[in-house]
């Protein structure tokens, strides 16, 4: 018989996630605030001996722009929307004041030595895998140096998730030759699906989700997606949204993981809880103290039910 599992994973991007939905220069100090509270994710992490995956862009194994431009593939994305582009944005930022926004090797080597914690990818360049004008050949040419920059310090890169959750099947080949053993997909639900177009319903349905709606996110081992005999897609189940300061909506939030949680460690199934460093950025004592919550109800259901916590690496069907 199986154990049910915690997995968690966090979209590590600082800048490189979100340059083209915000000003950086009103975001200085939510940066800072996300560097200076990720050694407080590893304490924590350690505490309660839960292992988790950092889904990390590759930009930010960079130490500065000098090696950041010495590190532009040959082939690039070529997005219809120009927008999109981290190397247009990023050429157009370089300052000595910017680099503490996109770079961050020493947070890296933290997260590598702290027990239980896989470094994976987002791809190098935080890359749009369902947008237009992106290509097969500069997909290839992003896990490449990803990988690359990786490999300079000693990391092996086995987890990938793919950036605004642009599960795009047409790369898995790309992916397994590039020495991948798992990918995360998104929940089945509809308004998960074709994240690239993301109407206001389906914001909406997936705002909605995070307080009500059906127990349907914890899955068993036979519903981890088998694409090959090397690589598998584990599906993501719930975005933990960061404190919003509405104390009502906020413990409607924790109650529905935790009964969430408690389903997975009854029923042998699996749990992935995912979020991104920076979603703590506001508030982060506050956003920590209800993270250690759920890790603390984590550690009553090992206790009970002896349920497992995994990295994505870690979580793997029979025979693989």
Known sequence: MENGSLVISLDFELLWGVFDKV??????????????????????????????????VGMLFNNNWDEWNANIPEYLPNYNNENLSAYRFGKSIQSKKTEKLCFAPDLIKSIKNTKGQEIGTHTYSHYYC????????????????ATKLASNLEIELKSLVFPRNQYNSAYLEICEKSGLNVVRTNPDNWYWQNTQKDSLIQKIFRTGDAYFGLQDKTYKSSEIHRFSSQITGQKASRLLRP??????????KLQRIYREMEYAAQHEEHYHLWWHPHNFGDSPAKNIRELEGILGFYKKLKDKYNMQSLNMNELKPKGF
């Open 130 to 145: 369902l947008e237009l004008g992106q290509d097969s050949l500069a997909f290839k040419a992003d896990l490449e140096k």
């Open 243 to 252: 404190y919003s300061g509405k104390k009502f909506l906020d413990s409607l």
């Open 23 to 56: 000003d950086y220069n009103e975001k200085i100090d939510y940066f800072e605030n996300t560097r200076q509270l990720i050694p407080s994710l590893l304490q924590l992490f350690d505490k309660y001996d839960v292992h988790s995956t950092w889904a990390t």
